[in-house]
């Protein structure tokens, strides 16, 4: 008695075959999307808070966090802190109330230059930025051999943070107006995919 056995012609693999590697095209190529989405939404956000830097100082004449009390309560809001007025913004990342890089967070919301409720003190103020870190503060520094105003961006993975010094500075670690803090080697970048504390002159 013969039996007849049934199974997938060459033609019916091949085309089976094409299927599945429209699929994981498709699949790598929106996950590339979402990746380069969200490194534009950070690039974004330092812009914006750059914006909202230049436009406070324009309108109060003051930086945020730097402007006095007196000048704060009257022109912000009664609630306002205020810094020393002496055109710095002190106290590198925020991480304590009397910091003046927190009260700037503080001053830009009362503002209304960025959103987030201005009432928050301390590293409770921190924005987080697009990859889930925390945005630790504006403040006035000195790295590497650039002194100017500063954004540090805490939590960001190293090939992320090359690519951003890549297109906006040097691509060396430690020079330049993107300044690796925390986790890198000299002027290089892990290449582990570990998470680096980076600073950015805006």
């Known amino acids: 008695m013969n039996k007849h056995q049934s199974g997938f012609t060459l033609v019916e693999i091949a085309i089976v075959l094409v299927i599945i590697g429209l699929l994981l095209g498709g699949v790598l190529k ?8 969200k490194f534009r939404n950070l690039q974004s956000e330092i812009q914006s808070y750059a914006a909202a830097i230049y ?15 007196a000048a704060a309560q009257a022109q912000l809001d009664p609630a306002a802190t205020g810094g020393n007025n002496n055109g710095q913004i002190q106290g590198n990342n925020c991480s304590g109330a009397t910091n003046e890089s927190c009260r700037a967070w503080q001053h830009l919301r009362y503002a209304n230059l960025i959103p987030g ?19 630790q ?4 520094a000195t790295n590497g051999n650039r002194t100017g ?3 540090q961006l805490q939590a960001i993975s190293a090939d992320v943070a090359e690519r ?3 297109e906006l500075d040097d691509s060396t670690a430690n020079t330049g107006t993107v300044f690796c803090q925390i986790g890198c080697t000299g002027g290089n970048y892990p290449t582990d995919g570990s998470l ?7």
Do not use: C, K
């Open 55 to 69: 436009s406070f100082q324009d309108r109060y004449a003051a930086l945020p966090g730097d402007m006095s009390a």
């Open 196 to 202: 680096v504390t980076l600073r950015v002159m805006i």
């Open 117 to 135: 409720d201005p009432a928050l003190t301390g590293a409770n103020a921190n924005p987080n930025h697009a990859y889930g870190g925390q945005v």
């Open 137 to 140: 503060g504006i403040f006035s």
């Open 30 to 37: 929106g996950q590339e999307m979402i990746a380069n989405a």
């Open 164 to 166: 951003l010094d890549r």
């Open 149 to 151: 105003i500063w954004l």
